[in-house]
């Protein structure tokens, strides 16, 4: 079966390779816009099902993954961070605090079947000193990244602990994504037996 990843981030690739071993990546471009009031969990399915279904609309027989990752504490948001000084100010907030995490997931199948769900994680910093900070935005790692850091690599370095899957953190939870593609393998496999 084929799979493609609605993305075009190499984190939710390293991840997804976990599981599916060929699969490719389609990146959609949307406008990720957090409506008013929108719960962040809501927000983050309602975009990755908006990716999902962009990229499922140019192809056919095809299992369609997107994604969308929100960073937040309390109602203030940390989106994909555009540049360093940016980077600098949300590090420098997030130091020695917890935040939360949540990535929502759309899993799309060529039978118009369509798996929705978010999950969520919660992130305690260890308390960053300016050259710390400076040190990490030096790597670069920071671009693109909800909360100005990459929990698998260098940026885990940053960070005190996980409460919750760090697949979530890192932009693609695997737990409940696992069985969902291992169910759709077992469908193909046995209607090829029955063909």
Not at 34 to 53: D, H, N, Q, T, Y
Not at 147 to 163: A, I, P
Not at 172 to 187: E, F, M, V
Request: aromatic letters at 6%; glycine letters at 10%; proline letters at 3%.
């Amino acid at each position: 079966m084929k799979i493609i990843l609605a993305s075009g981030s190499h984190r939710r690739k390293r991840l997804l390779s976990k599981l599916a071993g060929k699969f490719s990546m389609k990146e959609a471009k949307i406008v990720e816009r957090i409506l008013p009031g929108e719960p962040f969990a809501s927000a983050a399915v309602r975009l990755a099902e908006m990716k999902a279904r962009k990229v499922a609309g140019t192809e056919s027989g095809a299992i369609v993954i997107g994604a969308d990752t929100i960073a937040y504490l309390g109602r203030r948001i940390f989106r994909k961070t555009e540049n360093e000084r940016e980077a600098r100010k949300i590090l420098s907030f997030l130091s020695g605090k917890t935040h939360h995490v949540v990535t929502g997931v759309c899993v799309l199948f060529p039978d118009a079947a369509c798996v929705k769900y978010s999950v969520g994680a919660a992130v305690r910093m260890k308390r960053l000193e300016a050259k710390t900070i400076n040190g990490y935005l030096k790597t670069g790692e920071w671009g693109g990244r909800a909360g100005s850091y990459d929990v698998s690599g260098k940026g885990s370095k940053l960070v005190e602990c996980v409460r919750g899957e760090r697949e979530t953190v890192a932009g693609l939870p695997l737990r409940r994504l696992r069985p969902l593609l291992s169910a759709s393998s077992r469908r193909k496999n046995n209607r090829l037996r029955r063909e």
